[in-house]
């Protein structure tokens, strides 16, 4: 039993060791734009991969079924999203990088677009005189994808050092138009770009070679038939074939040459043996490669899955995973490979270039061991998992020869499921601090706090933003908590404060102050504010059936709502509806609403307060609400800011808070402090006059049920105070 423990121990650390090395790696620049470039290409790939199964879905092909015009636009739909990809995440990787530039270094803004022009420009001079043939060698999928890697990352790496080391014009003074200043003052950057590819191409044709793409074919097709062996030559062709994928390049496609001579020939010469009534002399063919080692696709992908299904917890990558498994069914696997993605992910390295060659060697032993039938039938390559198993070998052998080899790919991907999803996990809190950081600022990126920021934490943004107005429309997902608010001198529970609180399915409990950033990104904030307005009037139903009507409940609202036609509609409808008396309800407004009152606002304002609504000024002390605003608008409470009472007071604060507690004693204006954490910061507020305060001395935010037996057990309690108080007396009195 120790034995097995000490394993699993081990076994632990090093997952949390590479765990953390993975998460390293991949948190680099070039992997962080690689991640969010192919995110967005990734719809584009989707949609290709369903029609590229539609044009080739076994049986259906050459049978006659798809008219010419319907197999016509299957083919355009191919061409239009498998053809420019390439092309398109050549852009998306340098607008990516240009964020990045803008973000991460300090010097003068420069506009991401331009860094999309230089690569493509770049793009297009290392690759010669564009025809429409070889253009689609160039910006498909298949064949342009390791291209646009390679020009995308050096060229805006070399325009961001040129920038950095000031490589640009002076033209202070050449005009109000300030884009085409910051244009033209970046022109040396741009051209000393351009022409480092122009001397690149040069390198290449000097060397013989029409194109960067012909120099790497040829590179590769070497390395592939380094050996006269079959097995050594298979071998080679899985693992080249795997690194090309792990790089973007479309590895049979990279490897056709290979395909069309030795695998051809080799099943040819397979076919001939059998009807001259020899054995099968060739294991490898191009059936082989496709049941035995690319099931699912490359890099086993179906074995990813399947481990995926069973141990990720990450459900972004499981929704990617469900997307991707009809078309992985039919060994098409490239919404997977840049859906989570694969290519080029640090976590996924090791098995996606290992697994594949694991899997050859199982195969080609079972295969030479007579376990499995040699491959003597040609089945074209998107026939579905096991089906072309057992119709390549003509028995179940093959078949299940599939399902062993993908147990074996299933049990090698888990541990690094179990990674991934911890680097996820990382990268989602380093994402959601930023999301938090922009919720709390003033600065709003185009127009919005949350969801106009780049890169992935935007991503995380827009994705909540969408799933917030969801829940909103469902009334799921959002529930409220209370905290009361307690008059320590008379020992009562004045009301509750009313808190929005959002458990997302996904991403667990969402902090309320990226919620409220999010809801006015997406222009529902006043939404919000009304379905908090509803339960807590609901609430406060319930527990005044209970302990009366002297309790209230305090809701925020935002400054947009004040602004609302219909505002004192919509609250006298929640308290008519709830049952809930006006002077029941108090409405907390910030001190900016305070400051910016005038016109519809200030009228508004006064009508809530003469239907006997309480208005309070919420976190006062912060900001710049002076005297005047006490004086002229219609407030009855103030509440000090948990800043200046949080943790112990220091003079500065103790001055501000005793200002503040003295003030509107003078004014005969009810206070109440917020942030009471302890016994000790109690005790200096009572001294300084403070009586009424809220905080988690008293009782954390808590749910309505919660809050009922909280009552519950302060009212017993300081009932049994007072009773033991009246028996005191009455023995004084006695004696």
């Given at each position: ?21 993975l ?58 999203t ?25 010097g ?140 973007g ?8 040459f ?26 490898l ?23 995926i ?10 929704r ?56 003597v039938?040609?089945v074209?390559?998107?026939?579905p ?133 999010l ?38 609202f ?41 016109g ?81 910061q ?29 009552m ?18 009455e ?5």
């Open positions: 039993m120790n034995k097995l423990s000490w394993l699993v121990d081990a076994d632990s650390l090093v997952i949390s060791t590479l765990g953390r090395r998460d390293w790696i991949g948190s680099r620049v070039f992997f962080r734009v690689l991640q969010r470039s192919q995110l967005q290409v990734f719809p584009l790939i989707v949609v290709g991969a369903v029609f590229l199964c539609l044009l080739n879905f076994p049986f259906l092909k050459d049978s006659g079924i798809f008219s010419a015009t319907f197999t016509k636009l299957l083919q355009d739909v191919v061409s239009g498998y053809g420019v990809a390439a092309l398109v995440l050549l852009c998306s990787m340098s607008y990516n990088f240009g964020l990045i530039h803008n973000k991460e270094y300090s003068e803004y420069v506009s991401p677009n331009l860094f999309i022009v230089i690569s493509l420009s770049c793009f297009f001079v290392l690759h010669g005189d564009i025809d429409f043939k070889s253009f689609a060698d160039i910006a498909s999928l298949g064949k342009g994808i390791a291209q646009a890697f390679f020009v995308s990352s050096f060229s805006c790496y070399l325009l961001h050092k040129f920038i950095q080391f000031r490589f640009r014009l002076e033209v202070s003074g050449s005009g109000y138009d300030i884009f085409s200043r910051e244009i033209l003052s970046l022109i040396p950057a741009c051209v000393a770009v351009i022409l480092v590819f122009v001397l690149l191409k040069q390198i290449i044709l000097f060397s013989g070679y029409s194109s960067l793409s012909e120099l790497y074919r040829k590179a590769v097709l070497v390395v592939v038939s380094l050996s006269d062996s079959d097995f050594l030559n298979g071998l080679f062709y899985t693992i080249t074939s795997q690194l090309l994928w792990f790089f390049a479309h590895g049979p496609n990279s490897l056709s290979f395909d069309s001579t030795v695998l051809a020939d080799n099943l040819a010469a397979n076919i001939i043996n059998i009807q001259s009534g020899m054995a099968p002399t060739h294991i063919t191009k059936g082989f490669l496709d049941n035995f080692t690319m099931i699912g696709g490359s890099g086993l992908t179906m074995s990813l899955l399947i481990a299904f069973l141990k990720g917890r990450d459900s972004g990558t499981k990617i995973s469900q997307l991707a498994l009809l078309v992985c069914l039919f060994n098409v696997n490239e919404p997977l490979l840049f859906g989570i993605p694969l290519v080029l992910n640090p976590v996924y390295a090791i098995p996606f270039l290992l697994i594949p060659s694991i899997a050859y060697c199982l195969a080609y032993a079972a295969t030479a061991l007579g376990l499995v039938p040699y491959i039938h040609a074209h390559w998107t026939t998992v096991f089906l072309n198993g057992y119709l390549s070998t003509g028995t179940w052998a093959g078949v299940w020869l599939q399902v062993f080899i993908l147990g074996v790919g299933v049990g090698l991907y888990m541990p690094f499921v179990l990674i991934s999803d911890r680097v996820m996990k990382k990268q989602y809190d380093r994402g959601m601090n930023e999301i938090i950081v922009a919720a709390r600022g003033e600065d709003a990126s185009i127009g919005f706090k949350c969801v106009g920021l780049p890169g992935f934490e935007g991503f995380v943004a827009r994705s909540l933003a969408s799933d917030l107005v969801r829940a909103l429309r469902t009334e799921e997902q959002l529930y409220m908590v209370f905290q009361p608010q307690i008059d320590d001198d008379a020992g009562e529970i004045l009301g509750v404060e009313a808190l929005i609180r959002w458990n997302h399915p996904a991403y667990g409990h969402i902090s309320p102050e990226v919620v409220v950033a809801a006015e990104d997406m222009n529902c904030i006043d939404e919000l504010s009304y379905f908090v307005l509803r339960e807590s009037c609901n609430q406060l139903a319930v527990w005044q059936e209970r302990f009366g009507y002297h309790l209230f409940v305090s809701v925020n935002p400054p947009s709502l004040f602004r609302a036609n219909e505002l004192e509609a919509e609250v006298l409808g929640c308290l008519r509806s709830a049952g809930v008396p006006p002077y029941c309800l108090e409405i907390e407004i910030t001190e900016s609403v305070a400051m910016s009152t005038s519809k606002e200030l009228q508004n304002l006064n009508r809530l307060r003469e239907l006997g609504i309480r208005i309070s000024i919420d976190d006062f002390g912060m900001g710049h609400t002076s005297l005047r605003y006490l004086r002229e608008l219609p407030i009855d409470k103030v509440k000090i800011d948990r800043s200046l009472t949080f943790g112990s007071l220091n003079d500065v604060n103790r001055h501000i808070v005793a200002s503040i507690l003295e003030l509107c004693r003078n004014i005969e204006m009810k206070v109440v402090v917020e942030g009471v954490e302890n016994a000790e109690l005790r200096s507020l009572r001294k300084l006059g403070g009586t009424c305060f809220q905080g988690y001395y008293f009782s954390r935010p808590i749910t309505g049920e919660d809050c009922l037996r909280f519950d057990e302060w009212n017993d309690k300081h009932n049994r105070l007072n009773d033991s108080d009246l028996l005191v007396a023995v004084v009195l006695a004696d």
